[in-house]
């Protein structure tokens, strides 16, 4: 099956700096690749997505890559602000396979004011 | 419109006890998923269920089952509770193949 690995485990940046969240899949079949974005407490939301058709896509202040040949894919986030404080998840998905999502073990994200 | 529903939020159990974990979705879709959250493993995939009436096991069925009677719910059960299951349990629901997934509020479940 499909192996997500993400990094870094943890990741602090100074409020206005930007961040970079890296993941690589092993499934070169894996069509579909979203961020979620999870706040302490809550239930994960997506933030953005990327098909792999598409080699980048951007939301305002995020950004999404991804090197199919590699088989990586990347979230950058631009001048943060506290609010971006969470843990984000990558996942990979194929859609032959019972739909099924492989999360990334996920990104502990701290901007510091 | 509510999305995904979990029911209940929080819950104790004693080792050996049985329960089951309500996921209820309001936006018509066919696939739904439970998984399990545990610190450093990010989201396992315990089972999922691609139309009414079907479910299927993802990496980590051991000591679990699930039932998809109305396309609407998604049932999670665990018959004889161990404390390896203490966890937070997400339900979540997507449209069709490789749309967004819309997940539950989370059910904590602590097992002593």
């Known amino acids: 099956g499909e192996n997500v690995e993400q990094h870094p485990s943890t990741l602090s940046v100074q409020e206005g700096d930007s961040a970079v969240i890296k993941c690589t899949y092993s499934?070169?079949?894996?069509?579909?690749f979203p961020w979620y974005k999870q706040e302490l407490g809550k239930r994960p939301q997506l933030i953005i997505d990327i098909r792999s058709n598409v080699g980048e896509k951007k939301d305002q202040r995020i950004a999404v890559t991804l090197n199919k040949t590699a088989k990586h894919f990347s979230l950058h986030i631009t001048e943060t602000q506290p609010e971006d404080s969470a843990v984000y998840f990558c996942?990979?998905?194929?859609?032959?396979?019972?739909?099924?999502?492989?999360f990334g073990t996920g990104t502990s994200l701290t901007v510091i004011p | 419109n509510a999305g995904v529903t979990q029911t209940p939020k929080f819950r104790v159990l004693k080792t050996g006890q049985s329960m089951t974990l309500l996921c209820a979705q309001d936006m018509n879709h066919e696939y739904m998923y439970w998984y399990r959250q545990d610190p450093g493993m990010g989201l396992r995939l315990i089972h999922y269920?691609?139309?009414?009436?079907?479910?299927a096991k993802g990496e980590v069925p051991d000591g679990y089952n699930v039932s998809r009677l109305k396309k609407q719910n998604f049932l999670l059960g665990l018959e004889s509770a161990a404390p390896s299951q203490t966890s937070v349990y997400f339900c979540?629901?997507?449209?069709?193949?490789?749309?967004?997934?819309?997940f539950g509020q989370g059910t904590r479940l602590t097992v002593v």
């Open positions: 979540a629901s997507t449209r069709t193949g490789g749309t967004e997934a819309f």
């Open positions: 996942a990979a998905h194929r859609s032959n396979t019972g739909n099924q999502f492989y």
């Open positions: 269920s691609v139309g009414e009436g079907t479910t």
């Open positions: 499934d070169s079949a894996s069509n579909y």
